[in-house]
């Protein structure tokens, strides 16, 4: 079966500091991978997805950047964060097909102070 | 995919009342998905509605495609204290999902 790990869960960080949250999938190959970012009591904001090793695609443009170095690795970076970076990072995977379904990984709560 | 808008954006339900949330979208959707967020959790898939006027139950969830394929809903009978969480449909169309702004629901017990 599949699933989906993130790392850290928690994590605070300081204004104009760096940052690398990573997704890893397992039991599946080639999966389209998801970063989204929800603000407390929001919506879901996608960021980037992607649908294969360094196939990346920028949703909203903003001071975080995504790499996709192996097939189940996703990672968000950002070299110097702001404070309205804060919030709950989401990564997702599917299929690939057509109509799809996304799978959550148990997400990484960031604030930034 | 196409923008979705739900409402309410908050519902306060009595324990065992029953309630509806709602998707609507200005354009004819492929299909709608739903997804539930528990406080604290990620969103989990519930189901997919791909056909005009479909109709899926999961236990205490009904949920409808409209005949038009331009809204959905999700109705929840005899609503339980698990049933807290937030509630968000969604149009899957070219690798992406887009969601709608979700439904938070309070129980009442």
């Known amino acids: 079966s599949q699933t989906i790990h993130q790392w850290p869960a928690t994590l605070v960080q300081p204004v104009g500091s760096p940052l690398s949250l990573e997704c890893t999938v397992e039991?599946?190959?080639?999966?389209?991978l998801y970063w989204y970012r929800q603000a407390a009591g929001r919506g879901l904001q996608l960021l980037f997805y992607?649908?294969?090793?360094?196939?990346i695609s920028s949703e909203v443009p903003q001071n975080l950047s995504a790499s996709r170095p192996q097939d189940r690795q996703f990672i968000l970076s950002s070299k110097k964060l702001l404070l309205s970076d804060s919030g709950f990072y989401l990564c997702?995977?599917?299929?690939?097909?057509?109509?799809?379904?996304?799978?959550f990984g148990p997400g990484t709560r960031l604030t930034v102070l | 995919g196409q923008q979705v808008m739900q409402i309410p954006q908050y519902q306060h339900v009595q324990e065992g009342e029953d309630f509806t949330t709602y998707c609507n979208s200005s354009?004819?959707?492929?299909?709608i998905q739903w997804y539930k967020q528990r406080p604290g959790g990620h969103p989990v898939f519930l189901i997919q509605?791909?056909?005009?006027?479909e109709v899926k139950k999961q236990k205490r969830l009904t949920f409808q495609f409209g005949e038009a394929k331009k809204n959905s809903s999700l109705h929840i009978t005899a609503t339980q204290t698990t049933d807290v969480g937030t509630y968000f449909c969604?149009?899957?169309?070219?690798?992406?999902?887009?969601f709608g702004g979700g439904t938070r629901v309070l129980v009442k017990p």
């Open positions: 997702a995977w599917s299929l690939g097909l057509a109509v799809d379904t996304q799978y």
């Open positions: 039991g599946t190959s080639n999966p389209n």
């Open positions: 992607s649908v294969g090793i360094g196939q």
């Open positions: 354009t004819t959707l492929s299909n």
């Open positions: 509605l791909v056909k005009s006027g």
């Open positions: 969604a149009n899957a169309a070219g690798n992406k999902l887009t």
